[in-house]
Each structure stands twice: as C-alpha cells, then as structure tokens.
C-alpha cells in the first residue's frame, strides 16, 4: 500500500474545558449522507479524557464541518472503572438503530499504574449523545484477563455481536517505566453486552520487540479479513502501525510492512503513528490515525495512491 499523507485534520482549539488538549483514537461512523462523524477522546486540564465529537465533510473528509461544544460520554462516578478517562474505539449501529459505542474505562491503581477494562454505552439520538448501558464493565476482569480487557473493536453480523480486543494480566519494567504486557483476543456475545470471561488468542506480542497492540480494526471483504492495529514497540518505545489479513479472523498472518505508513521526521507524526482506521469518502479510501504523543498533535489523515 502506498498512502499521501495530508497532514493533521482537527486539534482541540484549547477554549473547552474538556478538551484542552488531544483528539485520540479517531474512530468515524457515517450517520447520514452529509455527515461523517469521528468521536474521539480530548483531556482537561488534569489529562483526564472524555469523549466529543468531529464531523467531516464525506465528500472530503480533510475538511471539518463541525464540533461538538460538550463530551458525549463524560467520565464515571467516583470509585467506578472509568472514573479516571473514557476512550472510544469502537461505534456502531445495531439493527433496531440505536449506536452502541465499546469504550475504554481508566482506573488508577498503587500497585500498577492503571486498570483498563470496557465499558458500553447507547445512544438514541443518533450520536449527539450516549448513557451508559451499565456502571460496570462488560469486559470484566477476570482470571486469565486481570489488568487489560481493552482496545475493541466490534462488527454485529449473522446475528451476533464479533468482538477483536487487547488483554493481558501482566506489567513489566521497561527503561525503569512499568509497562503493560497484552496480545489480541476474539469474543462473541449474542447481546453486545453479555461477552465471556476469556477470549480467543488471535494475535500473541512478539515480546522481544513489542509489549502489547493498540484497538484492532477489522474489515471483512471478499477474499477475507484485513486488520490495522498500533504495535507498542520497546526500542524506540513508541507506536508503530501494524497490518494483518486473515481467511476467518481468527487465523492473522502478520504483514506490518506492508502498510506503508510510518512516521515523518520533525512533523506532527515524527515520533509515532497509532489508532489507524479506514474510512471510504469522496469514493477514495482514507486513514485517519493519530502522531506524536497519543494524539497530542490532533488527528491526521492519509490518502491511499495504490493498493
């Protein structure tokens, strides 16, 4: 693949309490003919996330149409999972027209530095705001999964929610920073809200090089499934994209190279590149995805020139 990059496309302005800084993880949804809608996560003043909005123009989706003035889905109540940062990576319609919205909850911890497990959260008004479906996680922690049940991505077909997420139940010390270690994992829910308490290993890290991924995106086409994701390298310990295809999704045969999008030196994007998704506008095919400092320098995009 071979993309032209076109540079940052939204950056908080810095005047809303709620996003002074970042828009991370772009995660785009097309809610009518005239409005491509991206959610994604800006921070306060106190780095603490919550999730708004940008619409972009589908014919052209470098342009921005508009902004929401207040987060769609703020942060939990004091002692939940996601009292400390909320941060989408997945929205979708489900048959009877609501949006279900697959969200990552930030628990501080003394021990480890944080717990990141999955909260939902429904909208009925076709994405201006959302409640969630329950204070608690639907991706619990549990035994074989303890710290990180994270990262989704999820597809409703054949009746039945498809579910590809990161977990791990372990940290390790990295340059004398605690690090999470975490792979790619498959689950399958007939609700969207009921999944189970340990998923499929799909995708392990390759621990001499990477600690763990960053939200899977996967698309299903005619000669099977392609899959984005982020790599957390360890040298140089910053994200790098990744590129997969597989016959079921469950199978991935790893094609990082492939990709052809890495960073730009001295550019917004010159340290890292993360949270890569496709989005089809304008009859071209995009990738909006994030640079330096987890979408500290805004949203990018770039347009693909070959296959």
């Known amino acids: 693949m071979k993309w032209l990059k076109h540079g ?39 780095n ?3 999730i708004g909005f940008v619409d972009l123009d589908p014919l052209d989706p470098r342009k921005v149409i508009r902004e929401s003035r207040e987060p769609v889905l703020d942060i939990g109540s004091p ?4 009292d400390n940062g909320v941060f989408q990576t997945s929205v979708i319609r489900v048959p009877d027209g609501r949006l279900f919205m697959y969200y ?29 479906i329950q204070a608690t996680p639907v991706l619990e922690r549990s035994p074989e999964e303890q710290f990180f049940r994270c990262g989704p991505w999820v597809e409703w077909k054949d009746d039945r929610f498809r579910m590809w997420y990161v977990a791990g139940s372990e940290w390790e010390t990295i340059d004398g920073k605690q690090m999470p270690i975490y792979d ?16 499929q290993l799909v995708m392990p890290v390759a621990l001499e090089n990477e600690h763990g991924f960053g939200r899977p ?18 040298d140089p310990a910053r994200y790098r994209l990744g590129y997969a295809q597989s016959r079921d999704g469950l199978a991935w045969q790893r094609l990082d190279a492939e ?24 009859g071209r095919t995009w990738l909006l995805y994030n640079g330096n400092d987890f979408g500290g320098t805004g949203f990018g995009i770039a347009e693909r020139v070959q296959p």
């Open 104 to 132: 990552v909850g930030f628990e501080l911890g003394h021990r480890i530095r944080y717990r990141l497990l999955t909260g939902l959260a429904v909208s009925t008004d076709n994405g201006d705001s959302f409640q969630r």
């Open 48 to 50: 603490i996330g919550r």
């Open 217 to 234: 995106v996967v698309r299903a086409g005619q000669d099977g499934y392609r899959m984005f994701y982020s790599i957390r390298k360890r």
């Open 259 to 282: 990709l052809g999008l890495g960073v730009t030196e001295g550019a917004w994007d010159g340290d890292a590149v993360s949270y890569a998704i496709d989005v089809e506008a304008g």
């Open 79 to 82: 002692g939940s999972f996601d």
């Open 184 to 199: 790619i994992r498959y689950a399958e829910s007939a609700d969207g809200i009921h999944w189970p308490a340990k998923g």
């Open 8 to 46: 940052v496309v939204w950056t908080p302005s810095g005047t809303r309490w709620w996003a002074r800084t970042h828009a991370t993880c772009p995660t785009p949804i097309r809610l009518d003919e005239r409005t491509l809608r991206v959610y994604v996560q800006c921070r306060d003043e106190h």
